[in-house]
């Protein structure tokens, strides 16, 4: 079945930290990426939409500048959390549908695990 | 918000069938129900999806009603590895549209 990669799995690291995370699509062009934050005992929220060649559509809360995301090939989304701190710990999905669209679901990767010290 | 109704949780023995509802009264004729799960600190899982017809795959099968106001997945013999939070969803046809994730029902499966 479709693999999508995520990248690290899990970074820890010190207040002021920049981290970027990588999300592949490993058997599959994608022109459309989604970016997930899930917080402990809770549900997927969705961040922002990564369409490939052009900008991001962020979700209604969701900082912009604070979460950078470039889709630069049709296999390939990164999300940059810039200057992290400890609120932004979290578990960060990405997920990944096909070029083709049509009746294809989504596939998610196994997620990042975002901690700051 | 999230456009389904599920319990939060159900349990069911190990080799038998596991029947998750799901509510989605709301539903739009262009909308598909998806199902995923998730296991403990690991992305979603697909499992399943459909519009109006019954499907099977090699993991479960998805019953929608006529009114398709509802639907059941089904785990024909659950294994203790099915223990995770099943999402209900319902979407627009087309992968490209993002899934609003609810609470999920959460499956416990006892030996």
């Known amino acids: 079945g479709a693999v999508v990669s995520q990248h690290p799995s899990r970074v820890i690291c010190k207040s002021g930290t920049s981290v970027k995370i990588e999300c592949r699509s490993l058997?599959?062009?994608?022109?459309?990426m989604f970016w997930y934050r899930q917080f402990p005992k809770q549900s997927l929220m969705l961040m922002a939409t990564?369409?490939?060649?052009?900008?991001?559509?962020?979700e209604q809360g969701v900082e912009k500048d604070k979460f950078l995301i470039n889709h630069a090939s049709l296999t390939l989304s990164t999300l940059t959390v810039t200057s992290a701190h400890p609120e932004d710990s979290s578990f960060y999905i990405c997920?990944?549908?096909?070029?083709?669209?049509?009746?294809?679901?989504?596939?998610f990767g196994d997620g990042t695990r975002l901690s700051i010290l | 918000d999230a456009k389904t109704t599920q319990p939060p949780s159900m349990d069911c023995a190990e080799g038998r069938a596991a029947n998750l509802p799901c509510n989605h009264s709301?539903?739009?004729?262009?909308?598909?129900v998806y199902w995923y799960r998730q296991i403990h600190s690991q992305g979603p899982q697909y499992i399943i999806h459909?519009?109006?017809n019954n499907e099977t795959n090699e993991m479960a099968s998805l019953i929608i009603t006529e009114d398709r106001k509802s639907s059941t997945l089904i785990l024909p013999h659950a294994t203790l590895r099915d223990t995770a939070v099943y999402y209900c969803i319902v979407s627009p046809k087309g992968a490209n549209s993002k899934l609003t994730f609810g609470k999920g029902i959460t499956l416990s499966v006892r030996p």
């Open positions: 709301t539903i739009s004729g262009n909308e598909y």
């Open positions: 990564s369409n490939e060649g052009s900008k991001a559509t962020y």
């Open positions: 058997d599959f062009q994608a022109t459309t």
């Open positions: 997920s990944a549908a096909h070029l083709g669209g049509g009746n294809q679901p989504q596939h």
């Open positions: 459909g519009l109006k």
